[in-house]
């Protein structure tokens, strides 16, 4: 089981549950999109994240990313760390459909999937350390993946290669990005993505 110091942000109690046999940590659902109006849950979530920071991880559809950015804005001290799952299409048990946009939850994700995610954004045992010599927005920009001719298709094959959510903004992949590899390691994958020539 992890365990973490940080609270858990997720949308709601089946993803609690979920993740209750997985870490071991203070989890506060959101209740979907009542976290709007719910000031008490705000106030909670903003104690956490001033006191021990906070581990967002929501699902990766358009109202899970609604949810994250809106705590984002909400929360003005303390630290946050944006947990993304895979896109994975497909419905959960309990659920008789598949969600709008027909992608899995976190409460549908295999817990192996589930760890995986919290190490791609550098949250395991050993607490990694930011690189000394960090990917940045100007690295995406000029291998190709941001503010460029096709620069979203190539960001989708990033991200598709990393098994990150098609959603993730330039900032969340480079965030992500600083987690999973070294910056020589991103050019040789950028370069492998680009068809072996520089953008």
């Known amino acids: 089981m992890l365990k973490l110091k ?19 940590a203070v989890i506060i659902p959101t209740n979907g999109f009542n976290i709007f109006k719910n000031r008490e849950t705000l106030e909670i979530i903003r104690y956490f994240a001033a006191k021990t920071g906070i581990i967002i991880l929501t699902d990766s559809d ?7 950015s809106y705590i984002k804005g909400a929360v003005k001290n303390g630290k946050i760390t944006n947990v993304y799952i895979p896109d994975i299409l497909g419905k959960e048990r309990r659920k008789t459909v598949p969600s709008k946009e027909g992608k899995l939850g976190v409460e549908g994700m295999e817990k192996e999937i589930i760890l995986s995610a919290f190490r791609k954004a550098g949250i395991s ?8 010599d960090p990917i940045t927005r100007l690295d995406l920009y000029e291998t190709g993946f941001s503010g460029g001719k096709n620069s979203s298709e190539k960001r989708k ?33 950028a370069e492998k993505i680009n068809g072996g020539k520089e953008n």
Not at 17 to 22: A, V
Not at 125 to 132: T, V
């Open 6 to 24: 940080e609270a858990v942000i997720v949308e709601g109690k089946y993803d609690k549950i979920k993740l209750s046999s997985i870490i071991d």
């Open 62 to 68: 358009a109202a899970g990313f609604k949810i994250r």
């Open 125 to 132: 045992a050993d607490d990694k350390e930011m690189p000394d």
């Open 157 to 189: 094959m990033l991200l598709r290669e990393l098994d990150l959510p098609e959603l993730l903004t330039v900032t969340g992949i480079t965030d992500i990005l600083n987690t999973l590899m070294t910056r020589q390691e991103f050019f040789a994958l």
